[in-house]
């Protein structure tokens, strides 16, 4: 049964920071790139960051993350991470983790997602 499980998900004022979690179980972590999305009410998908397979030395992100998320793996707890710095209202949003067998930006590549955990950036 395969399992991606997100967590620390809440409330955040702008400029505040974040970790999100997700623990994955019933297929092999580490030949998978992981990779996480987020969808803001009333918007479409939108493809955030994501990591190359095994240990993760290599790693991807989207304009409007990059520089303030950081994203990252332990191969060993089976868990992907994605550390939010310098939070904006516009980064609220459902963020889900997914995997997928080889590197690519088109959640349609993905075979595996998480339920999603909710981040709301406000004052």
């Known amino acids: 049964q395969v399992q991606l499980v997100e967590s620390g998900g809440g409330l955040v004022q702008p400029g505040g920071s974040l970790r999100l979690s997700c623990a994955a179980s019933?297929?092999?972590?580490?030949?998978?790139?992981m990779y996480w999305v987020r969808q803001a009410p009333g918007k479409g998908l939108e493809w955030v960051s994501g990591?190359?397979?095994?240990?993760?030395?290599?790693?991807y992100y989207s304009d409007s993350v990059k520089g303030r998320f950081t994203i990252s793996r332990d191969s060993a707890k089976n868990t992907l991470y994605l550390q939010m710095n310098s939070l904006k209202p516009e980064d609220t949003a459902v963020y889900s983790c997914?995997?997928?067998?080889?590197?690519?930006?088109?959640?349609?590549?993905?075979?595996?997602w998480g339920q999603g955990t909710q981040v709301t950036v406000s004052s």
């Open positions: 990591v190359n397979t095994g240990g993760g030395d290599s790693t």
């Open positions: 019933g297929f092999t972590f580490s030949n998978y790139y």
């Open positions: 997914a995997a997928g067998p080889r590197g690519s930006n088109w959640p349609g590549d993905y075979d595996y």
